[in-house]
DNA sequence: CGTGTCAGCTTTGTATGCAAGATGGAAATA
DNA sequence: TATTTCCATCTTGCATACAAAGCTGACACG
């Protein structure tokens, strides 16, 4: 009668507080995430902690360096293109599959656009950074497949910490448009155009990345030694 | 100058044969994976097995009923068809995505068909099962994304347990001859209709399960009052 | 001044121990 | 006989202990 599949809910909220982090763009690609500097944050053991991070790193969102420790992904340049080239997989199809957008939907995204609109307004940079992100989730949301949902959240997450790392100068409002545009298609029920927006914004967005920057000088060297990344004394503020 | 990224072997090994263990039809939904048995089996203490479990858990492959054990899913009817509607999802964007066929992938999908043909004059049901599943995986793999690999992997070994579930008749020639269409397409560069003809395909497979059948009489109301699964004797045959 | 070595500290990897919860069956009761 | 209670047993949840390996900095040496 009562809730069906019982989590400890502590173990989720490790989970979930790490991504929320990354997702509304507080903690950095290359954090170090020390398992008893975690523990005592969370008040738990580092049994628990080390579980969350394996949970967090077949999510891949996290990595381990063996004995050495745990820390944010820093995606490559060729990572940054594989995750969006997945998105662009399966927003396409999304969008594709997609017969009509109820009401609810709607509204949903047309506050969001509007809460985009405001945060460009008031130039708050990260949370436009996590708004731009959070729009393709509630696409997801709104047609329902909670598998995607979670797919996309955490290709969302990557793909935040991939603009934190490349993105030079944030043409917010060419993003926004790209989202009204897709918007547009979807009120008047094209979803076939929607997609087509979709996949030309993700690229317009890949294109203004400069993958060629590397997130430290040394990086370029680092990760072909496949070293440690760069920011070691980095904590999870808070 | 070795391998970077050096992950412990048998931590990989553990998840793996699971997964390689359901992905070829040898476990069936609902098997239970008691932590100690695994661990006497693999040589490793419950701590190691626990990881793993843990990390299939997040791919959706186990399930821990508290204090109960873990499991390996018996998806539900709903979650079946959300199954499916994700992997409509993805696979048609990704052949939507894909710009043309190179001969290694043209050679690997005609050898995987001849193998689809000579299992299906053999009549190795088991065998059929793993290579219907396969050949989905295989265009993933020659669309060259990884992160869409690793996700259809994932539903693919799903999709198994869900046929072992609910799949009363097999129309093996069937599923071969929407492979044939999908192929033929690729094979002209008309991607977009082999896009159209892979979600006609899984849509024959979907409708092809009898979703009211229940692995069990009592399956509906054990689930809805989520309790542990039904095969519980159950051992992973070694 | 630069370089190599080593000890001590820190951090993760793995095993083990113990407690809490769940199950199944025996025993007691009506 | 049918039903309920309770205990022995099993399984997971979590913490802790110890081992192995990496890092830092001091010190010696060229």
Known sequence: MQDGNTQ????????????SGILSA???????????????????????????????????????????GWYVVEPSAEEAMKVYSARRVIEFGLLRNMSHLPDAGLKMLSDHLAEERQAMAEGDRQRLTVLMADFHI????????????ETLRDLTARTILISMLYQSDFHASQSHDGHCRIFAAMQ?????????????????????L??????????????????????WKTKKEQ
């Open 210 to 231: 400069d993958l060629t920057r590397r997130p430290d000088p040394l990086a370029a060297l680092r990760t072909s030694l496949s070293l440690p990344p760069s920011n």
């Open 8 to 19: 400890q809910p502590t173990q989720i909220n490790i989970e979930a507080s790490i991504v």
């Open 138 to 149: 509630r696409i997801a949301e709104i047609a329902g497949n909670e598998i995607i949902v």
């Open 26 to 68: 507080r903690i950095r690609p290359g954090t170090r995430l020390g398992e008893s500097q975690l523990a005592t944050l969370f008040d738990v053991s580092r049994t628990r902690i080390r579980e969350a991070m394996m949970r967090l790193e077949t999510r891949g969102i996290v990595t381990v360096f063996p004995r050495r």
């Open 188 to 208: 008047v029920g094209d979803f076939s155009g929607a997609a087509e927006y979709a996949v030309q914004h993700l690229n317009e967005v890949e294109t203004g």
